[in-house]
């Protein structure tokens, strides 16, 4: 029997009138015409990619950048080659002011009660709102290592089942559930979670299961985007939706292609790797990705994923052209975009810029249909 009740989580403010959990104003904000609040996310440098005394200190300047130029928070990935990534949380709420972890949540790592009285404990501890990216999958060679052996579609219902209960406790019911992967009975959360602090919640997008779980639960559903002009026109109004992308923009086109290319150069050793990964992952979106071609037309660049330096596609170019194409997907109803991990201060700054002219493109945008309507005009 679910006894599981679940509640919207008002929005707080402190005595000073300060909203609790909730990002400093700034750039990243409520675009009037288009009555969207975007949300902006970096992502924390893998514990792979550099010497044990650097990582740390890179974890803190990553960060701190994000949050002085309005990031909501900061992906922190996990699989069984990574650090803890509620640790490494830990170390960024001791750095920062406001920036909130986003930790990626493997069921086969912990139960369903661990995850939330670790939010609690947060909360507890230290006041701040954290949120919880669900991987229903991940590396197949890390689940083969764990004896996980569970069919693609299946994981995401169980990550449906996982984080029902981990609702349910955080919203502060006892809770009795019994599904096909997880059984509980009169499970409570002590001590309780201020309901400001509840956590935002993203799910993979790009699969049919993706989708379903994440409309079942109420979640974000995060997905790797083709082109703008490539992607569905109609998304579900019942979902709230995001893409996962790199952005390297500068003033002139030139100079943002001489910095990608520098960034990331062919590299034939990345691209083997690339290839057998893809022999060993049952993930759409890698999948997807995959099968995408290089566009000479656009600002959309594949060439990092292609050759395994990163997970997501890029978009290069100038300021306004990648402005162009992000407010495309702003547009479409995107309201949540993950970035890449910033290289230095300097290029979040130039990504800001071109966010900044993205929403003002896309209150054009939407002024000009809304326009064209009132006339008569097909829009």
């Not at 026109?233 to 520098?262: H, M, N, P, S």
């Not at 990648?322 to 890449?340: P, S």
């Not at 993205?358 to 009132?374: H, I, P, W």
Request: with cysteine; glycine share 8%; aromatic share 8%.
């Amino acid at each position: 029997m679910n006894e599981i009740h679940l509640r919207t989580v008002p929005v707080q403010r402190s005595s000073s009138g300060t909203v609790l959990g909730m990002k400093p104003a700034a750039v990243f904000a409520r675009s009037e015409a288009t009555s969207a609040r975007i949300e902006i996310f970096s992502t924390c440098p893998g514990s792979d990619d550099m010497p044990r005394d650097d990582y740390v200190q890179n974890v803190i300047d990553v960060a701190r950048w994000s949050e002085q130029i309005g990031c909501r928070g900061i992906l922190i990935y996990s699989d069984n080659s990574l650090l803890d990534p509620w640790l490494l949380s830990q170390v960024i709420i001791e750095n920062t002011t406001s920036l909130c972890p986003l930790i990626a949540v493997q069921p086969v790592y912990m139960h369903p009660y661990s995850v939330a009285k670790m939010i609690t404990s947060f909360g507890q501890l230290y006041g701040r709102r954290l949120y919880l990216n669900m991987v229903a999958g991940g590396f197949k060679n890390d689940l083969i290592a764990l004896d996980d052996a569970t069919p693609h579609d299946e994981r995401y219902a169980r990550v449906m089942e996982y984080t029902t209960i981990v609702k349910g406790l955080l919203g502060g019911s006892s809770i009795s559930y019994e599904g096909k992967f997880y059984r509980v009975k009169q499970l409570k959360l002590k001590p309780a979670l201020p309901p400001h602090l509840f956590p935002g919640i993203f799910i993979s997008g790009s699969s049919e299961a993706g989708l379903a779980c994440a409309k079942a639960v109420g979640a974000t559903a995060i997905k790797y985007p083709k082109p703008a002009k490539e992607e569905d026109g109609a998304l579900d109004g019942a979902i709230e939706y995001g893409i996962r992308v790199g952005i390297i923009a500068r003033a002139d086109e030139d100079d943002a292609w001489t910095v990608g290319q520098a960034r990331f150069p062919e590299d034939r050793k990345g691209q083997l790797t690339h290839q057998l990964a893809m022999k060993v992952s049952d993930s759409v979106w890698h999948r997807q990705l995959s099968e995408l071609g290089r566009r000479t037309d656009s600002p959309y660049w594949l060439a990092p994923f292609q050759n395994y330096k990163s997970f997501c596609p890029y978009l290069v170019g100038s300021y306004d052209q990648v402005a162009e194409e992000l407010a495309r997907y702003i547009t479409l109803g995107h309201k949540t975009f993950i970035l890449d991990v910033p290289p230095t201060r300097e290029e979040l700054r130039h990504t800001r810029i071109g966010f900044k002219r993205a929403l003002e493109m896309a209150d054009g945008q939407v002024a000009a249909r809304m326009d064209n309507g009132s006339s008569g005009t097909a829009s």
